[in-house]
């Protein structure tokens, strides 16, 4: 069936049972493991901690005493968020000395973060 061959439908409630619903110009869906890795990247974005985090370091690196200054929780719990973070592509550490400091890999994850807050905000 060619696009123009397309059933369309005034509402997708008004379709036959079975039938699905797609405009003729709709883009084509990213690969699944694209889709797979959004999804993993999201879900490491997911706790208030590391959304604090990922804003914190927006500003500049930062050390672990210096989030944990910044963000009134345990070296154990930023620790940890941290780890999250790391795994998923987040951040990088990079050591200095004793210290190891955080910085974001880029500025599109931090474009995400602050666009979930603001969207919250405006709900609020």
Do not use: F, N, W
């Amino acid at each position: 069936m060619t696009p123009a061959e397309v059933p369309v439908a005034e509402a997708p409630e008004d379709l036959p049972t079975g039938t699905t619903y797609a405009p003729a110009d709709a883009p084509a869906p990213p690969p699944t493991d694209t889709l797979t890795a959004a999804g993993e990247l999201l879900r490491a974005l997911a706790a208030p901690v590391r959304i604090a985090v990922v804003l914190q370091l927006r500003s500049s690196p930062r050390c672990v005493h210096e989030l944990v200054d910044a963000l009134g929780v345990t070296q154990p719990l930023i620790s940890q968020h941290l780890r999250v973070l790391k795994a998923a592509g987040v951040v990088r550490g990079e050591r200095r000395g004793r210290e190891v400091v955080y910085r974001l890999v880029d500025d599109h994850l931090a474009h995400i973060v602050v666009d979930a807050v603001e969207h919250a905000e405006e709900d609020a």
